[in-house]
């Protein structure tokens, strides 16, 4: 009965391994792209998806291994993220914090207009070269880092 028991739990805990290991070497935040906002060059536009099975939250973004100046989440509920957001109804901004990330292959491309479609981040900061997103994705800390070049 002994060993029955130390199988069982044995199985239970190589399975979790098993899978933290994968979610570890399968990270669920990609960034799709990036633009500068015409008129200001300190301000990027991040498009964000979670490619995971779960909801994802954002803890904090770092830029040029500082904090910057000012960081949104942006919410669209629009067919395409748009750099034309100064007077778009479908994005709201949000603190990083404030709203998990609906993995993207279970929203409803239907519902335009009504629910979230794209994720984008707003970062203002003087020349950004390096962009750090930490977050949490089945409780477990993730840092996505990206090296973001200017074209001339």
């Not at 990270?27 to 490619?51: F, H, M, Q, R, W």
């Not at 519902?111 to 003087?126: C, D, F, S």
């Not at 020349?127 to 949490?136: A, F, L, P, R």
């Not at 089945?138 to 001339?152: D, G, Q, R, S, Y």
């Amino acid at each position: 009965m002994k060993k029955i028991l130390f199988v069982l739990i044995f199985s239970i805990f190589v399975v979790g391994a098993v899978g933290i290991v994968y979610v570890k070497s399968n990270p669920p935040l990609v960034i799709n792209g990036y633009t500068s906002l015409d008129e200001n060059a300190n301000v990027k536009l991040i498009e964000i998806e979670n490619t995971g099975i779960r909801e994802l939250q954002l803890q904090n973004v770092v830029v040029n291994d500082g904090k910057p100046e000012k960081a949104e989440l942006m919410v669209s509920k629009a067919e395409q993220l748009k750099t034309d957001i100064a007077n778009d109804a479908n994005i709201t901004y949000h603190g990083i914090k404030q709203i998990k990330l609906f993995p993207s292959k279970y929203i409803d491309r239907k519902a335009v207009g009504k629910l979230p479609q794209h994720y984008g981040l707003k970062i203002e900061a003087a020349d950004i070269q390096t962009i750090k997103i930490h977050y949490k994705y089945l409780k477990i800390p993730f840092t996505l880092t990206a090296e973001l070049k200017t074209v001339e």
